[in-house]
């Protein structure tokens, strides 16, 4: 049974869905902008509202305008500060947000959480029970992991 987040106009998120293609989406601009088009409405949820603005963020990679770009990461960057925000012990949002901020061009100065994230991210794996969102953060973690190109 997958599991979802109720929305406040009644429809719902698949996170598994979100999961399985949050990395996809840095690759995949079609499927980034359909995405965030999915949760536009559902950016409520802290979860939901966390992977909107990892999203945005993500979708800034794709934009070739410089202002577009900026627009998004900002819009973006602000959703996720508003998760964290909310739900500061949840471990899926502060993985969102270090995905971002340890991806992300130096030059835009927000990296000021990561080693924080990692530490926490690594004293609470044992809390995940989702094997896809163990695997990313996993991934984030180790040396394995390769950071997407400064955009």
């Given at each position: 049974?997958?599991?979802?987040?109720?929305?406040?106009?009644?429809t719902s998120i698949d996170l598994d869905y979100l999961r399985a293609n949050y990395?996809?989406?840095?690759?995949?601009?079609?499927?980034?902008?359909?995405?965030?088009?999915?949760?536009?409405?559902?950016?409520?949820?802290?979860?939901?509202?966390?992977?909107?603005?990892?999203?945005?963020?993500?979708?800034?990679?794709?934009?070739?305008?410089?202002?577009?770009?900026?627009?998004?990461?900002?819009?973006?960057?602000?959703?996720?500060?508003?998760?964290?925000?909310?739900?500061?012990?949840?471990?899926?949002?502060?993985?969102?947000?270090?995905?971002?901020?340890?991806?992300?061009?130096?030059?835009?100065n927000y990296r000021s959480d990561v080693d924080e994230d990692r530490r926490y991210?690594?004293?609470?794996?044992?809390?995940?029970?989702?094997?896809?969102?163990?695997?990313?953060?996993?991934?984030?973690?180790?040396?394995?992991?390769?950071?997407?190109?400064?955009?």
């Amino acid at each position: 049974m997958p599991l979802t987040l109720a929305v406040a106009n009644g429809t719902s998120i698949d996170l598994d869905y979100l999961r399985a293609n949050y990395s996809r989406a840095v690759t995949d601009k079609t499927l980034c902008n359909r995405m965030i088009t999915d949760l536009r409405q559902s950016n409520r949820s802290a979860v939901a509202g966390a992977y909107y603005g990892a999203l945005l963020c993500v979708r800034a990679k794709h934009s070739l305008n410089p202002m577009q770009k900026l627009q998004s990461f900002n819009a973006g960057k602000a959703a996720l500060e508003a998760a964290v925000a909310r739900v500061p012990k949840n471990v899926e949002v502060r993985f969102l947000r270090l995905s971002i901020q340890q991806n992300i061009p130096r030059f835009l100065n927000y990296r000021s959480d990561v080693d924080e994230d990692r530490r926490y991210l690594a004293a609470h794996m044992h809390k995940i029970t989702s094997v896809e969102l163990k695997s990313m953060i996993l991934a984030a973690l180790t040396d394995d992991y390769k950071p997407v190109q400064d955009r």
